[in-house]
């Protein structure tokens, strides 16, 4: 076939310069954009690419495409945004079922009607999809109490480059029959298929919610507070520590340099005692509570900080809790920094000409149980860093999945881990 | 396999785990041929590896045979999961039994496949922790066996399943590598989640060596109640507006009236003999909270229905209230001798229609149905009461448990919410998936399992089976509800 008559194939429509625009990848733009109406649409679309084959980068909202290497190839753009709607959604049953280009914010808005949440919040949601959410393995501050976006999965429907949409998991809360493959596509950044229909089980909203503020005088106290509210009873559903620009960024302006931010929320009385509980851990560890009122926009801020938008690069550590202080300990002076003590993770900004040196003091203060990524960067920088860090133990699995499921490699080609 | 194939191999067996750890004397490996299900199928041999290299030098040697190989933990899988349809080689984690690691400041704990389950909580318990996967055979499971089938357990309702608690696996591959997936640290950003796929594969893709789980810290108190209803549909109805009250029960279980009725004979567990079904309900956390809890439930319970609701006032009521569920499974035994153990899942909703449906079944068959269950997720185990000696029976009772998970996907739920697909359900996986999705589980089997040595004959439909078939022997009859496990502890 010669090459006219195989991009004539192509699904979608050839698109202008600045139709491109909103689609580049890194330093790479699509010269075609798909915008499929459903999931059999998507795996009809990815079948006429597969037979090409020819280079498909999947955007959902666009919220998460600074993460991971450049794309080796990039011809069409994949879009899910005419597959937006909720398909299903039984309140009694805490169950619902989603097209993966619905946009969170309208999905926690549909639940809480009914007094309902997913509680997983991932940067942006007023952009951010839930197709996207489960491709990036996208969570907000409470992944410590509410666990990530693999707890909350229960059932998917993928369309894969052979043309054909399949499923795994279902409706029910409860069901182990088959393979797990919404763990497969979670956190798999759309290299593996296109997601494009999630069931989610969701809970009841909490009764109540409180912020407490308080000051510690070094970032190890503060962890150190974090990780022992974790390991009690009552847990906090966020515990943050931010630096002193941090905090700026989330609209606090305070005179000390490390800040220990805690939400809770639950029933009443819970939350009550926990906040009890932390401020006299606080106390103990030598800080001082410095109160329970935020700007409104403080949490927000908080949870979108490490996917800002712009040519920032951000670096991000996941460590065994203990392993927390070794990271701190690495880190230059004057650090923007927020971290998760209770789920063991460190969020930095970095500034570009320092990115490679920071990114390798840290993989060797993570050791072998932790690992350090690059959450995002421009173009530019990436090129410099080695974003995913070694490939792991289990990596030629990895290659195998990969080539089972994606044998002409179409699929966001090189943007994973180990350049899968 | 030929005698002389199998003394071969048996020989490079022994120079691995020693010669007392591997064995195919016919009597002695007769025992292997058994789980909680009502399939058996002879081994041809029997390893039990000391080390994780050990079950990897195990596995290599199998592959290179082209032996197949299945994992065997307490063998209490109810679908025949550890049953070896193709024969092979029956690798069993007896020695591997120890708790590596208690790492309360990491919230982890390191386990060893053969470690049973309560044993790993009673080691917890005096660091203040727990691990919370609870499956009502904790008493003997492992959780080598509970990631194999991703188990669950009356407790799971509120915080989650296997899968959520495992953070890493060791696993030796079909290729006899041995790799570490995921590991300490809670989240991970290194490629797939090879430990999430892996919990709940059921042996299929490879033999989990070590594992390391989430722990959790004790919850300070726990309150159970008793509501009793006139009639499961109104009991069910129950279940549903509790959850939409904005409580989070740690356990919802239902029992209904044949199971009372049995639970009574067995037990005197003082449920009410004319209710149409109990529900026990608990939540836990601290003592002021949970008071009140306690008592917006019980007006729930009045609200929708209950005719009675019993509060226990302190732990030995609790333990009372609790004895009769844990003990319905045996009891079982007073109104008949055999039993089937069936573990479809409806949408919470669906429980009025479904329990319904399984009643017309009941009475158009003549074969009494008893229904003990997770109620709150919707997880039915319906037990379909028989007896093996009487001919034509235990097919009967095979069609009836057919047409029960088929009305149980008809609804929009699945056939099986923890026990697992295994031997038993490989058929009726059809009910809920198509060819299509059934290919792509298959391709990534293959991924795991190039040469189908891992556990062949699982899971999957259609699979030729080769070696003995798994049907049962003309003078074994299928267990008895008396000797499945002791007494009080069993609990479905
Ligand atoms: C009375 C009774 C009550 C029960 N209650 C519950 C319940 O409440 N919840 C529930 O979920 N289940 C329940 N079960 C079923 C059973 O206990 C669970 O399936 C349990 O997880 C099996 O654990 P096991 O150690 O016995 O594993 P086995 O039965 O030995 O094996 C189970 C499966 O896992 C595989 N496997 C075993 N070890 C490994 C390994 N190391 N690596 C990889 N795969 C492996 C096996 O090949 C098999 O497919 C009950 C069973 C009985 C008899």
Redesign the interface.
Known sequence: MGLNARVAALPGHEITVEEQQPFRVDDLLPSRVVRPADAQDAARGLRLCDLAPTAVVIWGGGTQMRLGAAPRRYEVALSTERMSRLLEYEPADLTCRVEAGMRLRDLQEALLAQGQRLPLEPPHPDRATVGGMLAANANGLGRARYGTVRDWVIGIAVAYPSGKLARAGGKVVKNVAGYDLMKLHIGALGTLGVIAEVNFKVQTRPQVEATLIAHLDTPAAAVDTGTALARQYLAPAAAVVLDQSALKDCGMTADWRWTLALKFEGYAREVEAARDKATSLIRAAGGRVEGDDVPSRFWHAARDWSAPDGDLVVVRAIVPLTAIHAIFGVLPEDSQVMAQPAAGLVDVRVPAAFAASILRRLRTAGGDQGQVIVAAAPAAVKKELDVWGPPPPGFPIMRALKQALDPNGILNPGRFVGGI | MDAATRERLLGRLRAVVGDRYAFADPYEVRLYQYDASPETALPDVVVIPGTAAEVAQVVKICADAEVPITARSAASSLAGGTVPVQRGVVITFARMDRILEID?????AVVEPGVVNLSLSQALRPHGYYYVPDPSSQGACTIGGNVG??A?GPH?LLY??T??HVTGLE?A?ASGEL???G???????????????F???EGTMGIATKIWVKIQ????VQKTLMAVYPDVETASNAV?AI??S?I?PAAIEMMDKLSIQAIEAASHAGYPLDAGAVLLLEVD??P??VE??GERMAKVCRESGASEVRVAKDEAERQALWKGRKGAFSAMGRLSPDFYVMDG?????KLPETLAKIDAISARTGYKICNVF?AG???LHPLVLFDAFKPGQYEAVLRIGDEILKLCADA??????????GLE?REN?RY???D??????D??????DPHGLMNPGK?FPGEVVEGSAPSRAPDHAPRRAANVAGGDEIWV
């Not at chain 2, 309360?104 to 982890?108: C, E, G, I, S, T």
């Not at chain 2, 391709?443 to 795991?448: A, E, K, L, S």
């Open positions: 309360a400041d990491n919230l982890r089938t991703n669950g799971t989650g399943v899968v959520n696993l591959l790799v570490q997936v590991g300490r640290k809670a989240g991970s950003a290194s490629g797939y989640d090879l430990t999430g796929l919990v709940g594969s810290p004790l919850p300070p549903s959850v939409r904005g989070l956390g601290i002021e909270l009140e809890l899942v409806v949408p919470r909703t997770h997720d919707g997880n929009g739920g699945s056939v099986t919410g923890e026990h697992g697909i359900k996986i809920i998936f198509s299509d999705d059934l290919e792509v589980m391709r990534i089997r293959h991924v795991f899971v």
